[in-house]
Each structure stands twice: as structure tokens, then as C-alpha cells.
């Protein structure tokens, strides 16, 4: 099993910054495909961002392309989201979540393991 617990949230004005925090345990996610997905009220959970790795492979949804960047430390087990020049638009509760899958997709169903979620508001 596999705990996830992100940190990080809070309310922003548009235009500014946070950076999300996902700490793991339970199991060491090194060869796992970690990924960032939010969900707005009455929205469907959406892919944000990925980390593949074990193949140093990033992908990101187009909407936060140039705005957000994944990263990880491997010897806390954690992964983090930098989120920068946040629109109101970014608002969501944002999860963290594990793909025992190595080479994962973007898929929310493909993933194994969810934190609780951390909201972010975007607003004046």
C-alpha cells in the first residue's frame, strides 16, 4: 500500500505562485508514474501533470504548459507541483496520485493510489 498526503493549498491572488507538496509512504514510488489531477465543483477530476520517473519522461496538461512544473526528490519520496502565474480559472481541488505502472498515462482510472486533496483558490 501506498499513502499519499498533499500539502500546499491555500488561496491566491491571480498571477501568483504555490507549490504543492505530495509526500509518499508505505512504499518507495521511485519506478512509479506519480501525477498531479484537479477537480473544479460539478467537473470531472482532470489530468494536471506527470512524472514518469524511471524513463525521466514530464508531461503536462495544455492548459498549465508554461505555468506549472513537476518535479521530485527521490530521497524524501516526494513530489511536488510549482504552480506560478495562477489564473481563477486554476481553482480546483488538486490530488495527488500513484500508477504501479511505470510508463502511466493521463488517465485518473489508470492510477492505483490517491491522496485526500488540497484546495487551491485562485482569486482577488
Known amino acids: 500500500q501506498v499513502q499519499l498526503v498533499e500539502s500546499g493549498g491555500g488561496l491566491v491572488q491571480p498571477g501568483g505562485s504555490l507549490r504543492l507538496s505530495c509526500a509518499a509512504s508505505g512504499r518507495t514510488v521511485t519506478r512509479y508514474t506519480m501525477g498531479w489531477f484537479r477537480q473544479a465543483p460539478g467537473k470531472e477530476r482532470g489530468f494536471v501533470a506527470l512524472i514518469r520517473r524511471s524513463i525521466s519522461s514530464i508531461a503536462y496538461a495544455d492548459s498549465v504548459k508554461g505555468r506549472f512544473t513537476i518535479s521530485g526528490d527521490i530521497a524524501n519520496n516526494t513530489i511536488y507541483l510549482q504552480m506560478n502565474s495562477l489564473k481563477p480559472e486554476d481553482t480546483a481541488v488538486y490530488y495527488c496520485?500513484?500508477?504501479?505502472?511505470?510508463?502511466?498515462?493521463?488517465?485518473?482510472?489508470?492510477?492505483?493510489?490517491w491522496g485526500q486533496g488540497t484546495q487551491v483558490t485562485v482569486s482577488s
Open positions: 496520485a500513484a500508477d504501479t505502472n511505470p510508463f502511466g498515462g493521463t488517465r485518473p482510472t489508470e492510477y492505483d493510489y
